[in-house]
């Protein structure tokens, strides 16, 4: 029997094929969860294309596009999901806005709009989630968020980024803590740098030296950490920071 048999996974921020969302949602379907992802400016043909995908993979899969910008976007979305696909038993929330802008551009614009996605919509999907759980007959949950690590050493030009990520871990330790007793985990994946499609052949170069294991990490990394999380095997893990980076070295 596959680890994550019949669960179902509710999977923000998948919207192309190389990046972590479309990583995780494959990594969880092989382990035997169903999966409803989330996607937002996606091409069309490429969503029905990755939904055919994952079914491929013996799950059952549904998709939404879901504007996560906007302060209502959370209001009917578990409700969607559960209309076609049942409550969800885990929720990874991997949706993030990221503009570079250190203290010369900072402006009030830029902190809301990663505010907007990177925490009201992270924090509200995670307590939604609690209280539908709560009522609900299932016995254990698990949330998953994603943040990157801002803990371990300044990131330069990125003040909004930085700011609303590491709002992430606070929020996810305190939350832990709230909502152990209905059986919901509360963990967070720190995957460092990651060749998720952004990268060019400079930074590659540039990053490169920086790990000790002798590559750059690639999605399916974060994918098998989430996947741990999402299991049975993580039982007794909550409220941690997964800092699982590859033996990155910062500066």
């Known amino acids: 029997m596959n680890k994550l048999d019949k669960k179902i996974a509710l999977v923000t921020g998948v919207s192309h094929s190389e990046g972590i969302g479309a990583a995780v949602c494959r990594k969880l379907a092989k382990e035997g969860a169903h999966i409803f992802f989330l996607h937002w400016e996606a091409e069309e043909n490429w969503t029905r294309a990755f939904q055919e995908e994952i079914r491929e993979l013996g799950a059952e899969c549904n998709h939404l596009e879901v504007d996560l910008s906007h302060a209502d976007a959370v209001n009917d979305l578990l409700k969607s999901v559960t209309e076609q696909m049942g ?6 929330n991997n949706a993030a806005v990221s503009q570079n802008g250190g203290y010369e551009e900072l402006s009030a614009k830029m902190l809301d709009d990663h505010y907007a996605v990177n925490m009201r919509s992270t924090f509200l999907l995670c307590t939604e989630f609690a209280r539908q759980f709560k009522n609900s007959s299932k016995k254990k949950g698990r949330i998953i968020n994603l943040t990157s690590g801002q803990a371990l050493g300044p990131m330069m030009d990125e003040l909004a980024y930085v700011a609303t990520k590491g709002a992430i871990s606070a929020f996810t330790q305190s939350l832990s803590a709230e909502i152990a007793h209905l059986g919901i985990t509360v963990n967070a994946v720190n995957p460092g740098p990651t060749d ?7 930074i590659r170069q540039h990053l490169l030296p920086k790990f000790k294991s002798g590559r750059i990490g690639v999605p ?3 994918a098998k950490a989430i996947a741990f999380l999402a299991s ?20």
């Not at 409550?87 to 990874?92: A, G, H, N, Y």
């Not at 998720?196 to 400079?202: A, K, L, P, R, T």
Request: zero cysteines.
């Open 196 to 202: 998720s499609g952004w990268m060019n052949e400079e």
């Open 87 to 92: 409550l969800p038993d885990i929720i990874v």
């Open 232 to 251: 049975e095997d993580a039982d007794w893990v909550t409220g941690q920071i997964l800092n699982s980076e590859g033996g990155f070295l910062r500066d």
């Open 220 to 222: 399916e990394d974060a």
